[in-house]
């Protein structure tokens, strides 16, 4: 169990590592980005984009609308699904290895008040867990759907996440 318990800490503190190398990557990238940071919810047209791309994911219209980067619809679940449920899992996976780590530690001082809203640790645990299928099933879905858009929309989602430059194929057979 003890390794199991090291290959978890040391997952997790790649993962945040990895966070911020993404923050670093929006801040210092250009705006595609940028976009699954922030989300334009004053924004009217940006609605009715998201409607369109929901619509177009029910097979409710024919064609997708073209977007060079993220589609609204997939920054609006990157953002809640991936971007706000790894912060929550960083700071909870924070606070209860900081319970492990003892009130004089680094940890404590960083995520310490984590554990004054959950009260019970194993209310926190509890939640750190439901976090964790919530991950889970987020990539899921995430990579059901770069899949489906690949082949459906004949824009080149997965393949310009290698090559870098992004493609509309729209000479339908």
Do not use: C
């Amino acid at each position: 169990m003890g390794y199991i318990r090291f290959a978890h800490f040391a997952a997790a503190y790649i993962f945040a590592i990895g966070f911020l190398g993404r923050i670093y990557l929006a801040l210092a990238g250009n705006h595609h980005t940028r976009q699954i940071f922030y989300i334009p919810l004053w924004k009217r047209s940006w609605w009715k984009d998201v409607l369109n791309v929901l619509r177009w994911y029910l097979f409710m219209v024919d064609e997708p609308k073209k977007f060079l980067g993220h589609n609204p619809l997939a920054r609006l679940v990157m953002f809640f699904m991936f971007t706000l449920t790894t912060l929550f899992m960083i700071f909870t996976g924070g606070a209860l290895y900081a319970e492990g780590e003892g009130i004089d530690s680094w940890q404590y001082a960083l995520f310490g008040w984590v554990h004054g809203i959950f009260g019970d640790p194993q209310n926190l645990r509890t939640w750190h867990h439901l976090g964790m299928w919530v991950l889970i099933v987020y990539v899921i879905i995430h990579v059901y759907t770069a899949i489906r858009e690949e082949i459906m929309s004949r824009q080149s989602i997965i393949s310009s996440m290698i090559s870098g430059e992004r493609t509309f194929r729209d000479d339908r057979p």
